[in-house]
C-alpha cells in the first residue's frame, strides 16, 4: 500500500478577497500561513506517511504551503518539482474579478456554470501570458482561460508520469496545490462524474489522504480537519 496526500494552499489574498485568482500570482495572508502549519501538523500525525517527493505549482501561494508543511513535517530535506500543470485553472478575463460583482454582470447561473462545471470555459483573456516563470515552456500550451477539464488534461500526464510513476515504487507523495487543479484530480482518481464534480469543493489546507494498493486503486480516503 501506498499514500498520496493532496493539499491545497492555505488562504491566500485573493481568497480574502472574494475574487478570481487563477493564474495571477498573489501572497497568502496571515491566516493562510496558520493554516499552512496546521495542515503540516495535522500530515505529521500520520505515522506511516513517508513521502520521497514534494510536487507543487509555479505559484507562491502553493509553493510558500509546501514549504511551510515541509518544515513542519521535517520534509525540507525531500526534492520538489514545481510545475505550471499543477497550477490552478486559467480563469481568463474573470482574473482579479469580484465573484459577486461577476454574478451581477453575468448572472448566477452563468458564474456557476464557469466556476463548477466540468466543461465551460470562462471568457479568454485578451493576451497571451507575460511571465518569466513560463518563458521555458511551449507558448502553445499557455491557456488564455480553461474549463476544469482542460485543466484536467494538462494536468494528467504530469500526475502520471512524476507521481503515479513513483507511488508504483512503493513511494509516498505529496502534492500541494489549488482548489481547481485539485478538483481536476479528484475527479479523475475517485471517477466522479460530470454532474456530481459540481458539489465538490476542496477547502484550504485540509490534508487528504488517499491510501492505494498496488493496483493504484483507492482503498481508504480520509480528510484531516
Known amino acids: ?20 485568482t487563477g493564474w495571477n500570482d498573489v501572497p497568502l495572508t496571515k491566516k493562510g500561513e496558520q493554516q499552512a502549519r496546521k495542515a503540516g501538523c495535522l500530515i505529521n500525525q500520520i ?8 510536487h507543487t505549482s509555479v505559484l ?7 514549504n511551510i508543511v515541509a518544515d513542519v513535517c521535517n520534509f525540507l530535506y ?3 518539482t514545481k510545475t505550471w500543470r499543477l497550477n ?3 480563469y481568463g478575463a474573470l482574473r482579479g474579478l469580484n465573484k459577486d460583482i461577476s454574478r451581477k454582470v453575468f448572472g448566477v447561473e452563468q458564474v456557476l ?12 483573456q485578451g493576451s497571451p501570458i507575460v511571465d518569466r516563470r513560463y518563458r521555458l515552456c511551449d507558448q502553445h500550451l499557455m491557456p488564455r482561460a480553461e ?56 477547502p484550504n489546507a485540509e490534508p ?5 494498493n498496488d493496483d493504484m486503486r483507492i482503498i481508504d480516503k480520509q480528510i484531516l480537519n
Not at 113 to 124: A, L, T
Open 60 to 66: 507562491s501561494r502553493a509553493i510558500v504551503t509546501a
Open 88 to 90: 490552478e485553472r486559467h
Open 1 to 20: 500500500m501506498v499514500k498520496l496526500v493532496l493539499v491545497r494552499h492555505g488562504e491566500s489574498v485573493a481568497n480574502a478577497a472574494n475574487v478570481y
Open 78 to 80: 525531500l526534492p520538489i
Open 147 to 202: 474549463s476544469l477539464h482542460q485543466t484536467q488534461l494538462r494536468l494528467m500526464p504530469y500526475y502520471y508520469d512524476e507521481v503515479a510513476s513513483r507511488m508504483m515504487r512503493g513511494e509516498d507523495q505529496l502534492i500541494v496545490a489549488h482548489g481547481s487543479s485539485l478538483r481536476a484530480l479528484i475527479k479523475k482518481l475517485e471517477g466522479i462524474n460530470d454532474h456530481d464534480i459540481v458539489k465538490l469543493e476542496v
Open 208 to 212: 487528504i489522504i488517499y491510501t492505494m
Open 113 to 124: 456554470m464557469w466556476r463548477r462545471s466540468f466543461d465551460s470555459v470562462p471568457p479568454k
Open 47 to 54: 505515522s506511516d506517511f513517508h513521502p520521497t517527493h514534494i
